[in-house]
Structures are given as structure tokens and as C-alpha cells.
């Protein structure tokens, strides 16, 4: 139990949907033993992410004046971004040496989710970097897509009906981030990590890592194992929402980031949440007479926001007034 498992998802995208239980079994026991996996075979190409890359690096460059101009803590639907030190994932140690941006599913200010402020719903603020909008705008549609496709595969092995998550990720409040991590310089900033031991709040994530590392995941028996940078490939990993939805077949995985020294570390996780009024109560292939449902039932929207409470003291003080 010291590597990750690396599943080749290309089968997924052929018409012959006999090819499919083969990955969706390898998928379903990743998500039981580990809660963490690579996929390869998925169809973002390498020009996307270089390009996107390229944006990212560009903007984290950008003088800090110019960033806060879309400061996330300044809104109330989480879109923007958060300078270092917004963000403490693991309350005994420091806060988080990273930096972020945030987007999510664009809603225009007429939307009725908007007007009648939704948590979570609302326009995206972009950098005013040329070509940056359309293309981070695209990217998010393509990493939703390719996560309904696992999620897809996943209906196989546990069962469902195959539009079961296709129908309840619609308008999804999914969040695609990038992340800039700063050289770790000194000893004395070894106990602020990059990003603190965590398990993510929501469904399922796709993260995209540069060539840095830095990357842990908990295995079984507690042990910290890397999780490296592997070319071509995503980490995915579930959350606290798939672990609660699926009555704990599936694992939420604690991992954390420790800053490389000397090098900069750029990632881009996807954050895959259904619709924030989806109904999470135990999946109906989860439960059985032995193995009766565990969790009462809650929605999406009220399950995050508990969890971002936890995450973000400015949100704290938000929840308070
Ligand atoms: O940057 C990474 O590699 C992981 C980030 C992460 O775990 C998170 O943002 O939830
Ligand atoms: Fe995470």
C-alpha cells in the first residue's frame, strides 16, 4: 500500500459500453481501498494545460494590488483571489503558504439564484489578463465533463441507475482552482506547509500537478506516502460529501502539500459538487439490511458551507453578522 493506483479511464470514451465495467471496477476498488487514484487516457489535452498554466503563473505574478482588485474574501459566492495565509486546512498548524484562484459555473446577475443570493451562486470575477476568461470559462466545462464521466463509471459498480449523478449535477457548484505554492526558503517555515493536512468537503476532485511534488496522501495504516507528479495524469481523489453519500463505501482521503523547497508549485484542482439542492442521503446501491444508512440526510449546498465555515476565518466572521 505504498502507490497509488493508475487507471487508464480511454475505455470510458469508446461506444462500446462493454468496455466500460472493466475501468469501473478498477475505479470502485480505488475509491474503496485508497479514496485516491490517477487517471490517464482523458481527453484534456497537453495544450490545454500548458495554456492554462501559462495564464496561471502569469497572473500569481501579478503585483498584489492588482490580484486583491478581485479579493475572494470581499464576496459572498467564493470567487476571486485568496492571498496567502486566507486559508488554515489544518487548525493546528499555520495557515496555508499558497495563494488561489477561484472560479465556479458563471451565473449572470439577473439569474434567480443570484437575485436571490444563493449561497455559492453568483458571476465569476476574472483577472482582466487577455484570453483568460474564455479559456479558464471552457476549461471548467471540460473538467465538469470529464468528471460526470467518472462518476458515470461509478454508477456501474455501485449499481444506480447510469444517469443517477448526470441528472443531480446539473447547474453544478463545482470550483475550479489554481494554486501557487512559494518556495519554502527557511528551516523556521517548515511547520507552515503548503497546504495542511485535510480531507476534501465535496464529491470528487481532479487535481492537476505540476512537476514540483510535494503531494501526500494517508494510506491505511496512517503512513504520509507522495503522491508524484506523473505526466499526462490527474490525481482524483473524493471527498467528505462522496464519502457521507456512498454510507462510507468510498474513502475521503486526508492529504496535505509540503512546500518544495527552492521551487515554486503550481497545481489546479477541480472541485466536482452536484447541484447545491441535490439530496445527499445514502445512495440507494450503498445500503442493504446489514449495512443500514448512517447519515442523516443533507444537501449539498448545506453540507459546504458548514465545511467552508471551517476552512476560512473571514467566512466565520460573514456567517456572524
Ligand atoms: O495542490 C495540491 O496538490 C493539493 C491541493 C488540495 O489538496 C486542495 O486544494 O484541496
Ligand atoms: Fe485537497
Not at 490580484?67 to 498548524?93: M, N
Amino acid at each position: 500500500m505504498d502507490q497509488l493506483p493508475i487507471i487508464d479511464i480511454s475505455p470510458l470514451y469508446s461506444d462500446d459500453e462493454n468496455a466500460w465495467p472493466a475501468v469501473a471496477a478498477q475505479i470502485d476498488l480505488a475509491c474503496r481501498e485508497w479514496g485516491f487514484f490517477y487517471i490517464k487516457g482523458h481527453p484534456i489535452s497537453p495544450q490545454r494545460i500548458d495554456a492554462v498554466l501559462d495564464h496561471t503563473q502569469r497572473f500569481f505574478a501579478l503585483p498584489a494590488a492588482e490580484k486583491l482588485k478581485i479579493d475572494i474574501t470581499q464576496t459572498r459566492h467564493h470567487r476571486g483571489y485568496g492571498a496567502i495565509a486566507t486559508e488554515q486546512l489544518d487548525p493546528s498548524k499555520p495557515s496555508d503558504l499558497k495563494e488561489t484562484f477561484d472560479m465556479g459555473l458563471h451565473l449572470p446577475a439577473n439569474h434567480p439564484d443570484v437575485l436571490t443570493e444563493k449561497p455559492l451562486r453568483g458571476p465569476n470575477r476574472h483577472p482582466a489578463q487577455p484570453g483568460w476568461e474564455a479559456l479558464m470559462e471552457q476549461h471548467y466545462l471540460d473538467m465538469q465533463a470529464l468528471a460526470q464521466t467518472l462518476l458515470r463509471a461509478m454508477t456501474i459498480a455501485l449499481d444506480i441507475k447510469r444517469d443517477f449523478f448526470d441528472s443531480r449535477f446539473v447547474d453544478p457548484v463545482s470550483v475550479l482552482r489554481m494554486i501557487h505554492y512559494p518556495p519554502r526558503h527557511t528551516a523556521s517555515s517548515a511547520e507552515q506547509q503548503g497546504a495542511g493536512a485535510h480531507t476534501d468537503y465535496g464529491c470528487i476532485t481532479l487535481l492537476y500537478q505540476d512537476s514540483a511534488g510535494g503531494l501526500q496522501v494517508k494510506n491505511v495504516k496512517g503512513e504520509w506516502i507522495d503522491a508524484p507528479p506523473i505526466d499526462g495524469t490527474f490525481v482524483v481523489n473524493l471527498g467528505d460529501m462522496m464519502a457521507r453519500w456512498s454510507n462510507d463505501r468510498y474513502r475521503s482521503t486526508p492529504h496535505r502539500v509540503i512546500s518544495p523547497r527552492g521551487v515554486d508549485r503550481y497545481s489546479m484542482p477541480f472541485f466536482a459538487e452536484p447541484h447545491p439542492d441535490t439530496r445527499i442521503e445514502c445512495l440507494p446501491g450503498c445500503q442493504d439490511p446489514q449495512h443500514p444508512a448512517k447519515y442523516p440526510t443533507t444537501t449539498c449546498a448545506e453540507f459546504l458551507l458548514s465545511r467552508f465555515a471551517d476552512t476560512y476565518a473571514y467566512r466565520r466572521e460573514q456567517e456572524a453578522v
